[in-house]
């Protein structure tokens, strides 16, 4: 617990903690082990690891709270409307969701993200944009499907009888009821989303160079793996850092949110 | 049973059906206009560039090519690549045997290590050392994507492959030069079904009928196989359909990883170099596959549990 603050803090507070640019390159300084005047050693154009992991693990975090707070209002937006209303509206919905779910995750995710993501000022925005989209039909069919069960309760059947207004049942009955399946959902999710934007960035999709991302650090290292595995093994293990984090901070979320209301 | 199944035919197709429609969009809305990819350098004149759109059919409203493209791919005839004039359909098939043959293989694997692992940790679970193992694998498993066990294993030297043999000429040969990028993909894939089969069989461990058989004088191996396991293998079998789908992804990014002859790889490739009816086909014959595992997932659920047959 203490080492999930201790690395959020490290991660927002970067700009202060980075002892160099991450983009500064001493062409000098290439390929150093970890030492004193760099923590953890430099990559082949000189850049401070530390620094590029820093900076890469703020990149990735922010773009995973972004795609999936995006996802989260879309998805679930969409899922209650639909579940609410039903009809011909909940039906075409649903195939939608439908077929965006008969895509396999990475297989959308690169076709988005060479398509359209590359104009839409490509790099971070568009990682965003691209997990977002993958991300939505995730949460929209567990909204609809759950705002389905929730029009059985017979607390909803009084209400309408009461005579209450539609908007006001959804928002009074309908979303708290929905809120902790949607967290659950979200804690699955944002740890998905950093292994994504790491494979996105690995394969070229994600954040351009020569903005630090783990993913795209992971390919440069690659390359000459076998002369200096360092700059491969050092992004690798703040990766999966980064992901344990964010696992442990979801199952936090989760309990806070989820387990207690229901 | 019969009427279940052709229900979820047809609804499958159907979901094929919209689903290459929507990719078909989504790669028409690719920058780069393939007539000037196709020619090159004589782009810059007007009346060759027409010229190559009229072949290519690019001056045909939207539907209309998107059903000539259906209608042919249905037989066969997945077009032209941009890049190199061959026929798309000979590009594909090659590498969609690969990496069906290579999803398959990291399947097994992935099985291979969770499904004896579950029955392991369920079976000792009264253990404070063994569950305690459980949770650091289990956490490490999942938060290791799979290119980054891809390069431990390539930093440990595992790295050129060379050619590999189609499985039908050399099996054996296969197999060992597969294994290590299967590896990575079933470390991951296997720890999330782990998981699934675990909580599963927890939850039936709480049932009576399981104090009933332990009151019987059953030896604790045998309960657990022959009522946890089997009755926790349902819920499991579903999850592992849904996993396919992460399984294909996970091998895109590992084929690059590995440089396998694999549609991951082409997808790709196809991808940045503009291809697009290469990405198209990739992605379309992708998610068939995924469709008809999803299908016989579905047969399968209907098999073993009879009340799902209704829905």
Redesign the interface.
């Known amino acids: 617990m203490l080492f999930v603050l201790i690395v959020a803090l490290l991660l927002s507070l970067t700009p202060s903690f980075a002892p160099y640019s991450p983009l500064q390159m001493n062409s000098k300084d290439r390929f150093r082990m970890p030492d004193m005047h760099y923590l953890l050693g430099t990559d082949r154009y000189g850049r401070d690891i530390l620094s590029r992991i820093l900076y890469g693990s703020r990149t990735s975090a922010l773009i995973a709270l972004a795609s999936v707070g995006i996802a989260f209002t879309a998805g679930t937006t969409i899922g209650t409307v639909s579940g609410f209303v039903g009809g011909w509206i909940d039906t075409i919905f649903m195939?939608v969701v439908?077929?965006?779910f008969?895509?396999?995750?990475?297989?959308l995710?690169?076709?988005?993200a060479?398509?359209?993501a590359?104009?839409v000022a490509g790099g971070i925005k568009g990682t965003i944009f691209t997990i977002s989209i993958v991300y939505s039909p995730i949460f929209a069919r567990v909204a609809r499907n759950t705002t389905w069960l929730i029009r059985e309760e017979p607390f909803f059947e009084a209400a309408r009888a009461l005579g209450a207004d539609p908007s006001w049942i959804m928002l009074k009955h309908v979303v708290p009821n929905l809120l902790p399946i949607c967290i659950s959902q979200v804690a699955i999710l944002l740890?998905n989303a950093i292994?994504v934007e790491?494979?996105l960035s690995?394969?070229?999709?994600g954040v351009n160079p020569p903005y630090p991302s783990l993913g795209s650090m992971?390919q440069e290292?690659?390359i000459y793996?076998?002369i200096f595995?360092w700059a491969?093994?050092a992004p690798?293990a703040a990766?999966?850092i980064v992901?344990?984090v964010f696992?442990i901070l979801s199952e936090l979320l989760e309990q806070r949110f989820s387990s207690k209301r229901r | 049973m019969v009427s279940y199944v052709l229900r979820r035919l047809v609804a499958s197709c159907l979901?094929?059906f919209?689903?290459t429609l929507?990719?078909y969009t989504?790669?028409d809305?690719?920058?780069g206009d393939p007539a000037q990819i196709m020619l090159g350098v004589d782009a810059a004149d007007p009346i060759k560039l027409q010229a190559a759109r009229h072949q290519l059919g690019l001056d045909k409203p939207f539907l209309a090519r998107y059903c000539d493209w259906f209608l042919n791919a249905l037989t066969g005839n997945l077009g032209n690549s941009l890049q190199s004039g061959q026929p798309v359909a000979g590009i594909v098939m090659e590498r969609f045997l690969f990496t069906l043959e290579f999803t398959l293989y990291c399947l097994a694997i992935a099985l291979c290590i969770s499904l004896p692992a579950a029955f392991l940790s369920i079976r000792f679970n009264e253990s404070h050392v063994c569950r305690m193992i459980t949770r650091i694998m289990s956490?490490?498993g999942?938060?290791?994507?799979e290119?980054?066990w891809g390069?431990?294993l390539?930093?440990l030297g595992w790295?050129s492959l060379g050619k590999i043999p189609s499985l039908f000429h050399s099996p054996v040969e296969n197999l060992t030069k597969l294994f290590a990028p299967a590896i990575c993909v079933g470390i991951v894939v296997g720890t999330a079904v782990f998981k699934m089969a675990r909580s599963s069989m927890l939850q039936i461990m709480e049932a009576p009928y399981i104090s009933t058989a332990r009151a019987k004088g059953l030896a604790e191996n045998v309960v657990i196989e022959r009522h946890v396991f089997r009755n926790g293998m349902i819920p499991t079998i579903t999850f592992i359909g849904i996993e396919f789908?992460?399984l294909?992804?996970?091998v895109?990014?590992t084929e690059?990883?590995f440089a396998l002859p694999g549609m991951g790889r082409l997808?790709?490739q196809s991808?940045?170099q503009r291809d697009y009816p290469v990405?198209l086909a990739?992605?379309s014959l992708?998610?068939v596959l995924?469709?008809v595992a999803?299908l016989m997932v579905d047969v399968l659920c209907g098999i073993l549990d009879p009340r799902i047959r209704y829905t």
């Open positions: 195939r439908d077929i965006l008969a895509i396999p995750l990475m297989v995710a690169i076709v988005i060479g398509t359209i590359g104009g740890p292994v790491a494979a690995f394969l070229g999709l992971l290292g690659r793996i076998d595995p491969t093994v690798a990766l999966v992901v344990l696992n | 979901t094929i919209v689903a929507v990719l989504l790669v809305l690719m920058p956490s490490i999942l938060a290791t994507p290119f980054v390069l431990v390539l930093s790295a789908g992460y294909l992804s996970g895109v990014v690059t990883l997808l790709l991808v940045s990405v990739v992605a992708v998610t995924f469709t999803n």
